[in-house]
């Protein structure tokens, strides 16, 4: 008899907690499933975004890969170009498409929509590598626009990955600074730095040598 009060009691025990938490509970499972279908939901339009996103930037590689890339074909690359950065603007695809826009803008001539695809990567991206890629090619931008100096400091956020194609171009800059000395330890950098890692590096030795010639001349 004892045996069952002991049973009764845990069971009344068992209904009052469950009246006075059961409504809560099946509150933090209803919320708890909500959760996991939210995080899935989330997931799966993430992986939607990125297929479209990847969908474009193929269209938008085999549109520029063409030999006769006509008015028309630039154009719709414009187009695209502002759909995967309007539309995907924080995926890897946006940084790749400001970066491929860049390169039309200077064969096009226009250096403006070139600078400002490559200051949207500076300042938008949350990856180094593509970061530091926009930074090297903007610093050539600076180079061949004659400033030299902006060149140099847009150089200084170049990471490591980067850092003899980051010294060729302070060399580069620091040759059109008249700063032969500095020129030459640059470039020599960059050779030493392509050769630790294995990367190709062209055109570095000949503007030593032709540095050598040009001081021969002096």
Same mark, same amino acid.
């Given at each position: ?21 059961? %409504? /809560?509970?099946?509150?933090?499972? @209803? ?17 939607? =975004? ?18 006769? +890339? ?30 491929? $826009? ?7 001539? $226009? ?13 938008? /991206?949350?990856?180094?590598?593509? =970061? ?19 060149? +140099? ?7 490591? %990955?980067? @850092? ?23 470039? /020599?950098?960059?050779? /030493? ?15 030593? $040598? ?9």
């Amino acid at each position: 008899m004892a045996e069952l009060r002991t049973e009764e009691e845990q069971l009344e025990a068992i209904k009052r907690w469950w009246k006075e938490n059961g %409504t /809560s509970l099946i509150a933090g499972v @209803a919320i708890a499933a909500a959760g996991v279908f939210g995080w899935n939901t989330w997931q799966d339009y993430q992986a939607g =975004e990125a297929e479209a996103a990847s969908m474009r930037y193929q269209q938008l590689v085999d549109l520029t890969g063409r030999d006769d +890339l006509n008015d028309d074909a630039r154009r719709r690359a414009g187009e695209l170009v502002t759909e995967i950065t309007d539309q995907h603007g924080q995926t890897l695809y946006a940084d790749l498409a400001r970066l491929l $826009d860049a390169r039309l803008a200077i064969g096009a001539g $226009d250096r403006p929509r070139a600078r400002a695809a490559l200051e949207a990567v500076i300042e938008g /991206s949350e990856r180094d590598y593509l =970061e530091g890629l926009a930074r090297l090619r903007l610093a050539r931008l600076q180079l061949a626009e004659g400033n030299a100096e902006t060149a +140099l400091t847009t150089l200084e956020g170049v990471p490591e %990955t980067l @850092a003899a194609q980051r010294a060729e171009t302070v060399g580069d800059a620091q040759h059109a600074l008249g700063r032969p000395d500095q020129a030459r330890e640059a470039w /020599s950098e960059a050779l /030493s730095l392509a050769e630790q890692h294995n990367q190709p590096l062209y055109g570095v030795q000949l503007k030593l $040598d032709d540095l050598g010639t040009e001081e021969a001349t002096l």
